[in-house]
């Protein structure tokens, strides 16, 4: 069954540095699907929830930057997976609080389980949740927590 579609429901799901690679990175961490494909999957789950999605990918921190200050006025919330950004990039910190739209930090891998530096998330603080070790359902997860915070329904 679908669910009953929220009023805000425009998702922007961006993709960081190196998430262009899956399919030749790691498959313990990150699995086998590429990138197209991982989008494929996510944009299943948004027609699920009632989301209408648009995807980005950047290996460039100053496009992925831009691509942030653009967003406002076409989206309601953002799905970011920043890959290895989030762990250093305070650019892309600022942009999103620019930005001012709820946000989920997702990872494939089980970025708290693994190096140490891997840890340390600087846009973490200003994102309504973060999903990680799930692998690709894991953007259903986020997706669904970024739907229940478009929706209210969120505490
Ligand atoms: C990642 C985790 C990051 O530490 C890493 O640099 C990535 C991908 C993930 O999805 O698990 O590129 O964000």
Redesign the pocket.
């Known amino acids: 069954m679908t669910a009953a579609h929220p009023s805000r429901n425009r998702v922007a799901v961006m993709h960081?540095?190196?998430?262009d690679q899956l399919g030749r990175?790691p498959a313990g961490?990150?699995g086998t699907l590429t990138l197209m494909q991982l989008e494929g999957r996510i944009a299943g789950f948004a027609d699920e929830l009632g989301l209408t999605v648009q995807f980005f990918q950047s290996n460039h921190e100053g496009a992925f930057v831009e691509e942030l200050h653009r967003l406002e006025d076409t989206v309601d919330g953002l799905l970011l997976?920043?890959?290895?950004w989030?762990?250093y990039s305070w650019a892309i910190r600022d942009a999103l609080e620019i930005a001012g739209l709820p946000a989920v930090e997702?990872?494939?891998?089980?970025?708290d389980g693994?190096e140490e530096w891997?840890r340390v998330s600087v846009i973490r603080e200003l994102c309504v949740a973060t999903v990680?070790?799930r692998g690709p359902d894991g953007y259903r997860d986020a997706l669904a927590r970024l739907r229940d915070e478009l929706s209210g329904k969120a505490e």
Do not use: C, W
Not at 16 to 19: M, Q
Not at 81 to 84: L, R, S, T, V, W
Not at 106 to 111: E, N
């Open positions: 960081g540095v190196n998430l990175r961490h990150y997976n920043p890959g290895a989030t762990h997702v990872h494939l891998s089980d970025v693994r891997r990680s070790g």
